[in-house]
T-cell receptor, first 120, second 111 residues
Framework: KAGVTQTPRYLIKTRGQQVTLSCSPISGHRSVSWYQQTPGQGLQFLFEYFSETQRNKGNFPGRFSGRQFSNSRSEMNVSTLELGDSALYLC???????????????????FGPGTRLTVL | SQQGEEDPQALSIQEGENATMNCSYKTSINNLQWYRQNSGRGLVHLILIRSNEREKHSGRLRVTLDTSKKSSSLLITASRAADTASYFCATWNQAGTALIFGKGTTLSVSS
């Protein structure tokens, strides 16, 4: 079974631009989460999608948004890029058999290789 | 805010030695997971230990969990150069919708 894939792997943008990152979860996985990783802040949760609905959002400004399609693929968008948005963006999927989404007692999140975004 | 905090932040050992990393967390948990990350790449899931388990093994990995002390440890036995990576512990947040990671332990194994 193929793992989580993310495209593109590397991206260079300039301040003020916007960017869209894509994530394809493991087949059959219904929950997709996004994380930002920086040297200073570490790994931080951005948001989570389940059945095309954003169910939870981390403490990030509204410039960060996302969506999920009917096939569970997900995109995240960052508008009006700032230098501080330079980071590794990681997508993770989990099975989420429970109707409410990921089951904390059993679910494992499987991560993609990430997209390295550099903002100049 | 970080739920898990790994200790030490960095660890350097020789091939063949054992490596032990510790993780402390703040709130009650259902399970705790350990991940490995090679040089800024994606996270690889290593092992999940449930709150009712005290110890779990997977190959050269041994994880312990002490819920009374809110701590976990990851032991890698007979380390190899390929084990060089950052190791993170993670727990689900209270709502069960996001993983909260520590800042990680950077392990360097030299041959």
């Amino acid at each position: 079974k193929a793992g989580v894939t993310q495209t593109p792997r590397y991206l260079i943008k300039t301040r003020g631009q916007q960017v869209t990152l894509s994530c394809s979860p493991i087949s059959g996985h219904r929950s997709v989460s996004w994380y930002q990783q920086t040297p200073g802040q570490g790994l931080q949760f951005l948001f989570e999608y389940f059945s095309e609905t954003q169910r939870n959002k981390g403490n990030f400004p509204g410039r960060f948004s996302g969506r999920q399609f009917s096939n569970s693929r997900s995109e995240m968008n960052v508008s009006t890029l700032e230098l501080g948005d330079s980071a590794l963006y990681l997508c993770a999927s989990s099975l989420a058999l429970a109707s409410g989404g990921p089951s904390p007692s059993t679910d494992t999140q499987y991560f993609g290789p990430g997209t390295r975004l550099t903002v100049l | 805010s970080q739920q898990g905090e790994e200790d030490p932040q960095a660890l350097s050992i020789q091939e063949g030695e054992n490596a032990t990393m510790n993780c402390s967390y703040k709130t009650s948990i259902n399970n705790l997971q350990w991940y490995r990350q090679n040089s800024g790449r994606g996270l690889v899931h290593l092992i999940l230990i449930r709150s009712n388990e005290r110890e779990k093994h997977s190959g050269r990995l041994r994880v312990t969990l002490d819920t009374s002390k809110k701590s976990s440890s990851l032991l890698i036995t007979a380390s190899r150069a390929a084990d060089t990576a950052s190791y993170f512990c993670a727990t689900w947040n209270q709502a069960g919708t996001a993983l909260i990671f520590g800042k990680g332990t950077t392990l360097s194994v030299s041959s």
